[in-house]
């Protein structure tokens, strides 16, 4: 029963790779397939977030040892910033997650993931284990160790805190303690239904002392050089490195293609020793399997009589090669063996198949129209046999394939009724407890949705029988970037949006609210009603609607009523259909460097009455690396207008009450740089000019001033957000007027209290506000007012961009104060 639980597992995780309709491969890749398949060895690298792993070291191993390699990253990096929009929190990790995806499609490695959140910057591994809980994540570690079976595992970490982050040691601890209980047959006992204990052949640290300093001590490392030239891609490890990390489009981590020798240092830890190279005393060869003459032999004859200008001619060694798979004893290497010769076979016969939906979405029990795709390229007898979806036939004719020539045949299927709507099975509910709450473990076995329809196509290779397994997608041509692949989406008949993730009520005024109703199918009709707690007042009770076409979107106007005392409460929307409560919404992902994300959250928003005393007037917001501070402020009664940094040499600028710059203005465009002395007169002339944090390393610095008076950006933070915040200067107009600032307007902050604090500032500046992390010495920098001329200069790494589309009521009292500033004579 095992081992067929096995092959189920196996075939699961194989579908990531054909989660988009592969590519024709070069005559070059398919000699570096037929590399990969004469070798029997696998190596895991762990680190804590995307971005974090040695991308070098992964293409080096991927494609220059050709062993079987693959990252986990313990999170998805949901704690980090968005430098390409305002998606944050869980749906930055959708992004981030993506990310990885592209980066190893370049270095060739595979991708796993477990389910610990990124709650935000972590100074210690005690704290990053207090809120993920140790043995959770260790769990997750084990049965990736157990699934992948990797006979060398690499941390890109140290256990004794020298990568800084938390949870980078947390990551090099993990790694320690799975180690040993992977191999324990009394840890995670839970697993062993699917998985079988693994010892892993050793335990290696990707030391990275030389990286701080070039001169360090490397005595007791095993060096290797991965800069080398791989000609049959045609770059070096370095290079394919530049453009892997370079798809971490949202961190800003474009790379350079390094061209020369780059050496990795390589502590041993745990297991048999390694000396001179790290895969001592391991057999990284096929011959390491145990299987029949005739497997060895037909492998060996595809290798040898290759010819990059016919690969065809292999087909019949490669065809026998794979019926001999059967005879390999390790049903592990068994699979992956099928896999590979699988694709090389298809690859040598130029053979291409794909099934594709007339439509981007369906809902469960409506009727798709589809089509399947096929051609062979090659003078090697092709056959399509027949066609599955989800394990129900399609009425299709047995046709042998004509050489260059598209066959092409049109379907009808009906999608089941029991189909749960798509999207990132991480995201179906929201995360418990520092993890994200899965409904199966083994879901960790894909890194991401691979596709929520699949077919499968029964083909006949020279006569014998090959069976390939596609997701059914969707396939348009974009006008700037051509041809284009989505998968199928399964969602609900009625999608419920509200316009805003958060309602702010200044005072005692109803507020109304739009509410946008579209239909996931053709004729549907209900009744939407917005529900809260009992206190809510809403008008009207309910709408009723009828909508006659799919995708076509109808506008509900409610008004909603505060409460009669500062609080914050949730409104849900929900769509009576039938014997349905349609209650999710839709976030759609549109990144060009990813593919489209459709995510259905509940249709849900936050409601924040404030104890606050209301203002208006004209406020300029200069766009940064992308945050919704912005939304904020307009409904507390501003009027934003939301400029480039070209806007400022067309406006007058003396019309502003206050100025701010979204967060990392300064580091995402730096003409900001050339504005700084028309926004100092500004300053000068009575204006509030409110300077959101920024960056500033030796990666990289801040180009020039960003203000008036002088100071220094850090990276000082604090990331516990129920860190006591003490009043410093309590007198201190902005933390008077209009609202008077108190301890408890710091209560109900999430992920941190601020980042990228300052110090070192002019005397001009004062600092009302002073806190730390437990156990360190207190912080002044997360706010600084420096009066100047008229006007007022405000820097603070307060982390406005995370509490304001929360809805953080001690957020929006002091955010106005900031904004009201101006009106206290300097």
Not at 234 to 260: N, T, V
Not at 333 to 359: F, M, P, Q
Not at 562 to 567: F, G, I, K, L, R
Request: charged share 25%.
């Amino acid at each position: 029963m095992r081992q067929v639980l096995f092959f189920l597992i196996f075939l699961l995780a194989q579908q990531i790779l054909v989660a988009q309709p592969q590519g024709s491969h070069s005559a070059s890749d398919i000699q570096l397939m037929l590399k990969k398949l004469n070798t029997a060895a696998t190596v895991l690298y762990v680190a804590a977030h995307p971005d974090d792993e040695n991308t070098r070291l992964l293409s080096y191993l991927a494609n220059e040892r050709c062993v079987k390699t693959a990252y986990i990253s313990l999170t998805r990096g949901d704690g980090g910033q968005n430098l390409i929009g305002q998606d944050i929190g869980p749906l930055l990790g959708l992004i981030r997650s993506n990310e990885l995806m592209a980066a190893r499609k370049v270095d060739k490695a595979e991708q796993f993931f477990t389910r610990a959140y990124d709650f935000g910057y972590s100074k210690s591994p005690e704290e990053t284990f207090n809120i993920w809980g140790r043995e959770n994540v260790l769990d997750d570690l084990v049965y990736i160790i157990r699934y992948f079976k990797p006979d060398l595992i690499i941390t890109r970490f140290a256990t004794d805190g020298s990568g800084g982050h938390g949870h980078h040691t947390a990551s090099a601890i993990l790694a320690e303690d799975a180690f040993e209980a992977a191999a324990d047959p009394g840890r995670f006992t839970h697993q062993l239904d699917r998985v079988d204990v693994w010892q892993a052949h050793a335990l290696l640290y990707n030391n990275a002392a030389r990286f701080r300093n070039p001169n360090a001590d490397m005595s007791g490392n095993i060096p290797i050089n991965v800069g080398k030239y791989n000609p049959l891609i045609g770059r070096s490890y370095g290079e394919i490195a530049g453009l892997s990390r370079s798809m971490h489009k949202s961190q800003g981590f474009g790379s350079s293609q390094y061209k020369g020798e780059i050496m990795e240092y390589f502590k041993p830890l745990m297991g048999y020793p390694v000396e001179d190279d790290i895969f001592d005393r391991l057999e990284t060869d096929l011959r390491r399997l145990k299987a029949s003459i005739a497997f060895f032999t037909a492998v060996d004859d595809a290798l040898n009589q290759y010819n990059p200008e016919a690969p065809h001619e292999i087909v019949e060694h490669l065809l026998i090669a794979y019926e001999e798979t059967s005879s390999i004893q390790d049903q592990y290497w068994r699979e992956i063996k099928r896999k590979e010769l699988e694709d090389l076979i298809l690859a040598c016969t130029g053979t291409w198949v794909e099934v594709n939906a007339s439509d981007p979405t369906s809902t469960a029990g409506e009727n798709i129209n589809v089509s399947a795709e096929a051609i062979t390229r090659s003078p090697i007898n092709v056959a399509l046999e027949g066609i599955k979806i989800e394990g129900e036939a399609v009425e299709v004719d047995k046709e042998e394939l004509e050489t260059g020539q598209v066959y092409r045949r049109e379907f009808s299927y009906k999608v089941s009724d029991d189909l749960t709507f798509s999207g990132p099975y991480w995201l179906q509910s929201e995360p418990v407890d520092g993890l994200f709450n899965i409904s199966s473990q083994h879901l960790l076995e894909n890194p991401i949705d691979d596709g929520h329809l699949f077919a499968d196509i029964q083909l006949s290779i020279k006569g014998k029988p090959l069976s390939i397994r596609r997701p059914i997608t969707y396939r348009w041509v974009d006008p700037v970037r051509g041809q284009q692949y989505r998968l199928l989406e399964i969602i609900p008949e009625a999608i419920v949006n509200f316009t805003e993730s958060v309602i702010i009520f200044p005072d005692d005024s109803p507020v109304s609210t739009r509410v946008t109703v579209k239909a996931g199918k053709d004729s549907i009709g209900g009744r939407l009603k917005l529900i809260g707690d009992s206190n809510l007042r809403v008008e009207p009770e309910y709408v009723d609607f009828s909508i006659d076409k799919k995708d076509k979107e109808q506008y509900f106007e409610f008004l909603i009523y505060p409460s009669d005392q500062a609080d914050i409460r949730q409104v849900k929307a929900v769509v009576e259909y039938k014997d349905k409560n349609l209650d999710r919404s839709l976030v759609k992902l549109n990144y060009d460097h990813i593919p489209i994300q459709m995510v259905f959250p509940e249709a849900k928003i936050k409601l924040v009455t404030l104890d606050i005393k209301p203002k208006s007037g004209d406020i300029g917001y200069i766009k940064g690396a992308g945050d919704d501070v912005a939304s904020g402020i307009r409904q507390l009664g501003y009027k934003v207008d939301e400029m480039q940094v070209s806007d400022l040499d067309k406006n007058d600028l003396s019309g502003y009450k206050a100025i701010l710059t979204g967060v990392r203005a300064f580091n995402t465009n730096e003409d900001l740089f050339a504005k700084v002395e028309k926004l100092n007169q500004y300053i000068e002339e009575g204006g509030v000019l409110i300077v959101q944090y920024n960056t500033n390393s030796w990666a990289g610095p801040l180009k020039g001033p960003i203000g008036p008076i002088p100071f220094n950006v850090t990276r000082a933070r604090v990331t516990d957000e129920t860190a006591e915040v003490i009043i410093e200067n309590p007198e201190h107009a902005v933390l008077n007027v209009p609202n008077k600032i108190t301890s408890e307007d710091f209560d109900g902050w999430i992920q941190e209290r601020g980042l990228y604090f300052a110090d070192e500032w002019d005397d001009d500046f004062v600092a009302p506000l002073a806190m730390a992390d437990p156990g360190e010495d207190l912080l002044k920098g997360s706010l600084i007012i420096a009066p100047y001329g008229k006007g007022y200069y405000i820097y603070t790494g307060l982390s406005f961009f995370r509490q304001i589309p929360n809805g953080t009521p001690g957020a929006f009292r002091l955010l106005s104060n900031l904004l009201e500033m101006g009106q206290i004579e300097p």
